[in-house]
């Protein structure tokens, strides 16, 4: 497994960091291509896929999931689940544009 995480450590740190953004050069994509490539073989790592909705679910999926009736499966949602979930984010919205009407009326 250190073999494959070196691996793609050296991949990381080559990549431009000008060129890098998320969905664009990032970690991911040098994950992807060594993966493709067959590096957790020729480095003799075991490795399974999870499920995306079952394992690491965002908020901005809960619609499609729920169109799918997959809703129920969900067992670990990804850290910013609640964030990018559009009933939540309006919330924190209306909570910020509130705080920021009391500052503006004291100011």
Same mark, same amino acid.
């Given at each position: 497994? !250190?073999? *494959?995480? +070196? @691996? @793609?450590?050296?991949?990381?740190? =080559? $990549? +431009?960091?000008?060129? &890098?953004? =998320?969905?664009?050069? /990032?970690? $991911?994509?040098? *994950?992807? %291509?060594? !993966?493709?490539?067959? =590096?957790? #073989?020729?480095?003799?790592?075991?490795?399974? #896929?999870? +499920?995306?909705?079952?394992?690491? /679910?965002?908020?901005?999926? $809960?619609?499609?999931?729920? @169109?799918?009736?997959?809703?129920?499966?969900?067992? !670990?949602?990804? !850290?910013?689940?609640?964030? &990018?979930?559009?009933?939540? =984010? %309006?919330?924190? *919205? %209306?909570?910020?544009?509130?705080?920021?009407?009391? $500052?503006?009326? %004291?100011?």
């Amino acid at each position: 497994m !250190l073999r *494959f995480l +070196d @691996r @793609r450590e050296a991949a990381v740190l =080559a $990549q +431009d960091p000008l060129d &890098t953004w =998320a969905g664009h050069n /990032c970690d $991911q994509h040098h *994950f992807n %291509r060594l !993966l493709t490539a067959g =590096a957790l #073989e020729e480095c003799g790592v075991a490795f399974h #896929e999870f +499920d995306n909705v079952v394992y690491n /679910c965002r908020g901005i999926m $809960q619609e499609e999931v729920k @169109r799918l009736g997959r809703a129920g499966d969900m067992k !670990l949602r990804n !850290l910013p689940y609640s964030a &990018t979930g559009p009933a939540t =984010a %309006r919330e924190v *919205f %209306r909570k910020i544009g509130a705080s920021l009407g009391g $500052q503006l009326r %004291r100011g």
